[in-house]
């Protein structure tokens, strides 16, 4: 009798939910593997932590995880969380979404959750395009390439998220991508420990819609281009960092610093409502 073979990290997946749906040389479960490998590593009880996403490709990681969670509107999953935070501050709240659902349509909830310094944090999964949905434009697609709702290249430059949410007030900020799994998962490590707003973006493939589109024949061809294009900088600011498909994509830790989380701010202001702080 053949003998089963677990996976060393089952104790967090909802196996029943498997195979998944994600397409063949998808980063998606790079990114998977990392959260759950800082998990482990952390020791964090599984309890202690609520998986939110939106809507999109990304969006289905907390299907697959034994984590209580919440899969929401597309764009939401931000104010959804941070209310889960709010109701319950014991618990490490955490945000997956592609750059479509976390920078278009839930672009407003990302620089505010980042100026409030709410205590979330949110790894969006860049691959540069609409997947799920069929192709179309996102706000990170590079001028260079196509997709199916600009043919002749997109109409205006992308947005460098890491600098977006940086300026946005966001005190831990870094960008990485599928080509460094290890480094990712040191990465959310941090994120995770951190206090206040955590924000990552992982660079990832995408080769069933925007690998084909740009003439990349296979996954690794795809992997290799975001291996090539990514710079690992040390000791830069957030400012300094490249987003050039051309050139470089700067890969590092921009900003981790200590500031009042939002929670420490509501409980001032608690504490000043119960006449016992400072009533200035």
Excluded at 121 to 139: C, D, S
């Amino acid at each position: 009798m053949q003998e089963a073979v677990l996976h060393p990290l089952e104790q967090y997946l909802r196996s029943d939910r498997l195979p998944h749906t994600w397409c063949p040389g998808c980063g998606i479960g790079t990114v998977m593997q990392a959260f759950l490998r800082a998990v482990d590593e952390l020791k964090i009880d599984s309890k202690k932590i609520a998986a939110i996403s939106g809507i999109g490709c990304s969006g289905r990681i907390p299907l697959y995880l034994k984590f209580d969670g919440a899969h929401v509107l597309h764009g939401r999953a931000i104010p959804v969380a941070l209310g889960i935070k709010l109701a319950r501050p014991d618990l490490k709240v955490v945000v997956f979404g592609g750059d479509g659902d976390i920078v278009s349509i839930g672009g407003n909830h990302l620089i505010h959750a980042a100026r409030r310094n709410a205590d979330i944090t949110v790894i969006m999964i860049n691959n540069f395009i609409y997947g799920l949905t069929g192709g179309q434009v996102a706000p990170t697609t590079p001028k260079e390439v196509f997709t199916y709702t600009s043919p002749y290249n997109p109409d205006s430059k992308p947005f460098n998220v890491v600098q977006l949410v940086a300026a946005s007030g966001a005190t831990y900020v870094a960008r990485w991508s599928t080509a460094y799994p290890v480094l990712l998962k040191e990465s959310i490590k941090k994120a995770l420990l951190h206090r206040g707003f955590s924000f990552i973006e992982v660079i990832s493939q995408c080769p069933e819609i925007f690998g084909r589109l740009n003439e990349f024949k296979t996954p690794y061809d795809l992997l290799k281009k975001i291996k090539d294009v990514g710079r690992i900088r040390k000791d830069i600011g957030p400012f300094e960092a490249k987003y050039d498909w051309n050139s470089e994509i700067t890969l590092g830790e921009f900003v981790n610093r200590d500031e009042p989380t939002y929670l420490d701010q509501l409980n001032q202001i608690r504490e000043k409502a119960k006449g016992q702080g400072d009533k200035k």
